[in-house]
Nanobody, 113 residues
Framework: QVQLVESGGGLVQAGGSLRLSCAAS?????MGWYRQAPGKQRELVAA???????NLADSVKGRFTISRDNAKNTVYLQMNSLKPEDTAVYYC??????????WGQGTQVTVSS
């Protein structure tokens, strides 16, 4: 059974930083992060391929960085200059070669103004 274990969420003031980590029990072609705020749909934040090609949502470009360590099957999301509107539950996502989506349990990120 695939496991995605997230860590690093928490409460931070606006302008602060957090780093999320997601360790997978196996390797995946694409790993990334989605977020879901109360009353809103889940949205893609960032994704990165095993080759290092990254894609970030326009709302986080210049503030967030996604990276991965293939040897550890781990993906990271460095979040800087956080804003209150970044408050959401952040979910790790991993897509296998059959295009099946796998999800972590979610980690809460709260940015206070």
């Amino acid at each position: 059974q695939v496991q995605l274990v997230e860590s690093g969420g928490g409460l931070v003031q606006a302008g602060g930083s957090l780093r999320l980590s997601c360790a997978a029990s196996k390797s995946f072609n694409v790993m990334g992060w989605y977020r879901q705020a109360p009353g809103k749909q889940r949205e893609l934040v960032a994704a990165i391929s095993s080759f290092g090609s990254a894609n970030l949502a326009d709302s986080v470009k210049g503030r967030f960085t996604i990276s991965r360590d293939n040897a550890k099957n781990t993906v990271y999301l460095q979040m800087n200059s956080l804003k209150p509107e970044d408050t959401a539950v952040y979910y790790c996502n991993a897509v296998d070669r059959f295009l099946n989506n796998n999800w972590g349990q979610g980690t809460q990120v709260t940015v206070s103004s």
